[in-house]
């Protein structure tokens, strides 16, 4: 296939999602810039791409300005889970806002095309299911999860009033919860720790009594949105859904991790977190239309993978 070759870069882009995308676009041949102050992301993530000749590392804070030269810029960087958003929610704020204020300050200045990896998480503990981009949301504004929910919040205002009174080109995707292989393993989110539990012998902590739902996308399915989101057309700005539409229950996820693994561990029930969603599961009638995109890896697949993902990190510790 032919590519354009064009610079891109990618904040976070040594987390999670930011590896599979910088491996992803380094094998397209273009140039990619990975910035990341390694907060939740490590060098491990990227290490088999650092020899590349179009691929470039920058230890950088994205909470202060930095100048580059780029035709797309995907921001990913912010901490994504729980657990790690919430060990410091003031630095969360800043590196969502200040973050979009600083890349959108940089697509306007040299013209590029930027994305923002917004969240499901800007619906809150939703009251309409499954989730539609025009729903307005249910957040609380003082809570725990605040610090994400409206920083995410507060970053797609600027990405929207950046692209009306700027004109940059803006692309913003909501993201439901996604998985797969370099999820790290002390991450804290729900798939990493009952797949860890389960191979580790471990209880698996399900919180609240598990009747809680959540709808799971494989990461690969993940990243092709996000590039066909990038690709899409000048006038289709967003927001888009990008998520699996296939609703599990949380006990019904620890009994698929238990099943996998084989494992002999134990199900037990943990107090349910302040503000945790009853139920999220994404409407993505507007990214099939619009993206012809869907997930295409079911559950079972996909958890095989990160399983055997996990089996050969804990063999190494
Ligand atoms: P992750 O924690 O693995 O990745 C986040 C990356 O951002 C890490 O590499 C971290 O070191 C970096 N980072 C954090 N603060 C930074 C800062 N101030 N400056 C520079 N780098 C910084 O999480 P992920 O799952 O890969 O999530 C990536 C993005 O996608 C996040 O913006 C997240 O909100 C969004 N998202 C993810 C999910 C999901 O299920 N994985 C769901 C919704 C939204
Ligand atoms: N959860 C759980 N046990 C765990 C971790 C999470 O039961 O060890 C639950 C959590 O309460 C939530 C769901 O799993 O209802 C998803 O949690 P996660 O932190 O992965 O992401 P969220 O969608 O809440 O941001």
Not at 153 to 165: G, I, K
Not at 291 to 300: G, I, K, M, S
């Amino acid at each position: 296939m032919m590519h354009h070759e064009k610079r891109i870069l990618i904040t976070g882009g040594a987390g999670f999602l930011g590896s599979h995308l910088c491996e992803r676009l380094v094998k397209e041949g273009h140039d990619v810039l990975c910035l990341d102050n390694f907060f939740t992301g490590t060098k491990g993530n990227i290490r088999h791409l650092l020899g590349r000749p179009n691929f470039e590392l920058i230890r950088h804070d994205l909470v202060h300005p930095v100048f580059l030269e780029v035709d797309e810029i995907y921001n990913l960087a912010c901490p994504a889970s729980p657990v790690h958003y919430q060990y410091n929610p003031v630095k969360t704020v800043k590196t969502s806002v200040m973050g979009a204020i600083n890349m959108l300050g940089l697509a306007k200045r040299v013209k590029a095309r930027i994305l923002q990896a917004s969240t499901s998480e800007i619906y809150g503990n939703p009251v309409v299911h499954p989730q539609e981009e025009g729903y307005w949301g249910n957040v609380n504004p003082i809570g725990l999860r605040s610090c994400y929910d409206e920083g995410k919040r507060c970053a797609e205002t600027l990405f929207f009033d950046y692209h009306r009174q700027n004109g940059v080109n803006i692309k913003v995707v909501r993201i439901f919860n996604t998985y797969g292989p370099r999820m790290h393993p002390n991450d804290g989110r729900v798939v990493s720790n009952f797949i860890v539990q389960a191979l580790t012998g471990r209880e698996i902590t399900v919180y609240g009594d598990g009747s809680q739902t959540r709808s799971f996308c494989y990461v690969d399915d993940l990243v092709e949105g996000l590039v066909r989101m990038m690709n899409g057309p000048d006038d289709f700005p967003g927001p888009v859904n990008l998520g699996n539409p296939t609703e599990f229950t949380i006990l019904e996820l620890a009994e698929e991790a238990i099943r996998l693994t084989g494992s002999a561990s134990r199900i037990v029930f943990k107090p349910l977190p302040l503000d945790d969603p009853l139920q999220r599961r994404p409407d993505i009638t507007l990214a099939r239309k619009s993206l012809n995109w869907a997930p295409e890896t079911d559950l079972e697949t996909g958890l095989e993978r990160t399983v055997d993902y996990f089996r050969t990190v804990l063999q190494k510790t």
